[in-house]
């Protein structure tokens, strides 16, 4: 302290496993989820069927796997700033609890975009096998979530 240098704050391993969850579900968005008979189902593969339009009073509205995933995939950049957030020990309380609850939304949508990826596979009678994708976005969230669990958890 005597030489001048400005106290640093550690950084919370907490924060950085939640940043680093919300890194490998967004990159696992974009990989394919499921295997089926030498096909992968994946996100950006619309021409497998991911585009499946339904009838609500009249209308057709087109709901895409696609869109599931641009938002599941905007969460989780929203998801890791806020970790940077809990990472430099700012803002610690609302972003851990903003986090943890937006983590969980972004974890419902990439479940969603895998079982509607299964629901293509299993019709085909053929054996389905979980790609790298499926896990990627499935375990990140949920590490990102347990994440800002303990970030909470260690303020109170």
């Known amino acids: 302290m005597a030489d ?5 704050r550690p950084l919370n391993g907490w924060a950085i496993a939640s940043a680093a969850g919300a890194v490998v579900a967004a990159v696992g968005a974009f990989l394919p989820l499921v295997s089926v008979g ?6 950006s593969t619309v021409g497998v069927g991911n585009a499946v339009a339904w009838s609500v009073s009249d209308r057709n509205t087109i ?5 599931r995933r641009d938002v599941a995939v905007l ?8 970790a940077v957030l809990c990472a430099i ?5 609302w972003a851990a609890g903003l986090g943890g609850i937006l983590s969980a939304g972004g974890f419902h949508l990439l479940l969603a975009m895998v079982q509607r990826a299964e629901s293509f596979g299993v019709p ?9 994708g499926t896990v990627c976005c499935l375990a990140g969230t949920l ?10 958890a260690r303020r109170h």
């Open 63 to 67: 709901t895409l796997l696609l869109e």
């Open 38 to 43: 030498g096909r992968s189902l994946s996100g």
């Open 143 to 152: 590490l990102a979530m347990a994440g800002f669990a303990a970030v909470l």
């Open 124 to 132: 085909t009678s053929q054996d389905i096998t979980y790609s790298a």
């Open 4 to 8: 001048g240098s400005t106290l640093r």
């Open 89 to 93: 020990g700012r803002f610690t309380r």
């Open 75 to 82: 969460l989780l950049f929203v998801v890791f700033g806020l």
